[in-house]
């Protein structure tokens, strides 16, 4: 008598009263557990050149597959685009597949600003915004949502604190507040006016830095206080636009990266070296696209149970009590 194995798709031979052969094992070929952004539109906000991570999000994004449209801060959008058309990024904007990244739109936008009223006489006049129109943050949620519809992946990559060279103790109110405004806020207000438009499983990710919750001598003028909000935001908004949406938001605390914003803060080459000496993966560069794929996978259906969630990209330095390099211990 023969039967036929449905494991192996063979046939396995018996004889009356033996046991049946036992079907050969056979190796599966499985797909691998992907990170799939196809059909998935995302807005990325803080784009302006191909070095910091808002590059390296939109990248590893259009890696999964997401079509991405970009918001780039009102004064750097002209020489961004003139950049871009010139070629200056094509090396790269080249993906795995051969393709070259490309962007749906890239909107003016000043995510200081929530509506136009709120826009002061100085900036509405400033010559570095004319010639620019409906860039506050609702009237870029609304030109979206005209052009595009529904988005379903949010990125908040951008920051800005006037003082941030400044100690604390010496921040002005202003100064504190504009670094609250520019780095904590816009990502409030973010949520709030794209929250409407996002499809249900959605995900909004943001960008912190461990001077939230750790001293770090340097990253002054209310930038501290600034990042700290933002992940106690990220908590609350996840259960607010959790339950109102449907909507995931995240925050990845990234390691030092020699991003244009970070070299306004004057150390960052210090800090990258300090990282390399004394984080738990000694002397591993850390890459902005490693900052860009845990953000797709944050996005991404894989993640569909994480939220409210600082998430640390930083080779473990975040999780180091003691510089061993320090001269006290290697000395
Ligand atoms: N570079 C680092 O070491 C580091 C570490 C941890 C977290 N981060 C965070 O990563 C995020 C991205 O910064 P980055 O280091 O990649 O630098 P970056 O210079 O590439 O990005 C900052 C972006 O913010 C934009 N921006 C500033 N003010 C704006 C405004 N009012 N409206 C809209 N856009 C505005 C700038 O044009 C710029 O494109 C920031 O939140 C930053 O704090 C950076």
Redesign the pocket.
């Known amino acids: 008598m023969r039967q036929s194995s449905a494991v192996t798709g063979t046939r396995a031979r018996t004889t009356r009263g033996a046991r049946a052969a036992r079907p050969r094992a056979t190796t599966t070929t499985r797909a691998g557990l992907n990170v799939d952004l196809r059909g998935k539109k995302a807005f990325v906000?803080?784009?302006?050149?191909d070095?910091?991570?808002?590059?390296a999000i939109s990248k590893a994004l259009s890696e999964a597959g997401a079509e991405v449209i970009l918001?780039?801060?009102v004064p750097?959008l002209n020489i961004f685009e003139t950049s871009y058309r010139r070629g200056k990024f094509d090396e790269s904007r080249k993906l795995s597949d051969g393709s070259m990244m490309t962007f749906s739109k890239i909107y003016p936008?000043?995510?200081?600003f929530d509506a136009m009223d709120d826009v002061p006489e100085d900036i509405a006049t400033n010559k570095r915004y004319a010639g620019n129109e409906k860039w506050t943050v609702s009237e870029v949620a609304k030109c979206v949502e005209e052009d595009f519809g529904k988005i379903d992946v949010l990125v908040h990559?951008?920051?800005?604190g006037p003082e941030v060279a400044k100690p604390l103790l010496e921040t002005s109110r202003k100064g504190y507040l504009a670094a609250i405004s520019?780095?904590s806020y816009?990502n409030v207000s973010m949520i709030q006016h794209f929250g409407p438009l996002m499809n249900k499983g959605g995900a909004a990710i943001?960008?912190?830095?461990l001077a939230s919750e750790q001293i770090i001598p340097g990253y002054g003028g209310g930038m501290s206080s600034a990042?700290a909000a933002l992940e106690s935001d990220t908590r609350v908004l996840a259960y607010e636009a959790g339950r109102k949406w449907g909507i995931r938001v995240n925050t990845i605390?990234?390691?030092?990266?020699?991003?244009?914003?970070?070299k306004a803060i004057g150390f960052?080459d210090k800090?990258i070296n300090y990282s390399l000496s004394n984080a738990p993966l000694k002397e591993k560069p850390l890459e902005a696209i490693e900052i860009g794929n845990t953000a797709a996978f944050l996005c991404s259906p894989l993640a569909s149970g994480i939220t409210g969630a600082t998430i640390y990209v930083d080779n473990g330095l975040n999780a180091m009590g003691l510089a061993e390099t320090a001269p006290e211990i290697s000395g």
């Open positions: 906000a803080g784009v302006a050149d070095n910091g991570f808002g590059w918001g780039t801060w750097a936008m000043d995510a200081v990559s951008l920051a800005n520019a780095s816009s943001s960008l912190t830095y990042k605390s990234a390691g030092p990266l020699g991003s244009r914003a970070a960052i800090m």
